[in-house]
């Protein structure tokens, strides 16, 4: 399908490939290997000549449907899926990055991000230089000869910063570097960043692209040129997404549209209210007039999304008395569920950096990160408003 179906048809239909059996909806393959009709076809199988599947660690049919249906609706050539967020991290890494190469990466990224390029890739050469996600000359200033990768996030967890893409993206091209964006929180609904500058586009479909949190998956998506590499990796190293978290997520995205306008709307308005209580010091919601980056939001993202962070007056202890006092809302730091969630991020998402650090980062004691589901606005206001 065409990039000129809407994005609300493009998740419904596109990448469905019909079986001889006509089925309407997409079927699960759930076979490790294929056969073939000659050892002359299987042989030409083997070594490209003649498209088609091998074995499931390659290709699968239900994966790749799911594959063509998110690269439409990001724009992008192509996409890898992969087992998880983190191994799309990983196999874009892997992929594009070689020893001795220099990372320049947003300083609010995901925890198990920072583990990666700080533990695991730096073991084989590759180091990271982090800067401010939403100061823009910073990231030039970073810049050595061996830069080759961007990595950001937006808007970051907990406290909704954006970054600019665009702007970003201008820098990375000038030296040389490919700009990666962990598009999580938006989705391509709300925000497209290759039609902005980026290079690359990392999805945890575990959060939004699922929706109901049910099984984990990811993708990295880019040009055929750049995404090579990373299939490559992940062809020959395995973290690949299973047939049936793929059919899933096929379902997944045929809601996606509907689901991010929910969240977006509910998260608004729970935001606006909460800004009303007396107890409440801050709240943190590109959507607000009262973000310091509304006017970036509004023009980067479609709407401001379904997380939002508010600080407690009266520090952990307050903070933790909103969440014990709450009947309805999860306690877990998981997100983009139809659920809403609700999580003190002091004490765990950010619990392993030192109290210093978190202070600098912003994520005072206080802070209380809650991800909207689809419930009524008004019962989760009421779950809050107990312990406020
Ligand atoms: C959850 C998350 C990841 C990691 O995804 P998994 O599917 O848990 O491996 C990466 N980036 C962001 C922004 C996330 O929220």
Known sequence: ???????????????TVRSQFGEHSEALFL?????????????????GEEPGNIYSRFTNPTVTMFEERLAALEGAEQCVATASGMSAILACVMGVLKAGDHIVASVSLFGST??????????????????????????????????????????????TEISDIAAISVIAKSCGALLAVDNCF?????????????????????????GQGRVLGGAVLGSRKNMESVYGFLRTTGPTMSAFNAWIFLKGLETLKLRMDAHSAGSLELATWLEAQPNVARVFYPGLPSHPQHELAMRQQKSGGG?????????????????????????????GDTRTTICHS???????????????????DGLIRIGVGLEAVIDIQNDLARGL
């Open 114 to 159: 920072v583990n990666l390029f700080n533990n695991v890739i730096k073991k084989f050469g590759v180091e990271t230089t982090y800067v401010s996600a939403t100061i823009v000359a910073e990231w030039q200033a970073a810049v050595r000869a061996n830069t080759r990768l961007f990595f950001l996030e937006t808007p970051s967890n907990p406290l």
């Open 1 to 15: 399908m065409t990039e000129s179906y809407q994005p609300e048809t493009l998740a419904v239909r596109a990448g």
């Open 31 to 47: 076979t490790s290997s294929f056969v073939f009709e000659s050892a002359a076809q299987a042989a030409a199988r083997f070594i």
């Open 346 to 364: 002091a004490s765990t998402t950010h619990a392993r950096i030192s109290p210093e650090a978190r202070l600098a980062a912003g994520i005072s």
């Open 186 to 210: 938006c989705t391509p609904i709300l925000q497209r960043p290759l039609a902005l500058g980026a290079d690359i586009v990392i999805h945890s479909a575990t959060k939004y692209i699922d």
């Open 307 to 335: 997380i939002v962070a508010f600080e407690v007056k009266g520090g952990k202890e307050a903070a933790w008395r909103v969440i014990d006092n709450t009947k309805m809302l999860s306690i877990t730091a998981n997100l």
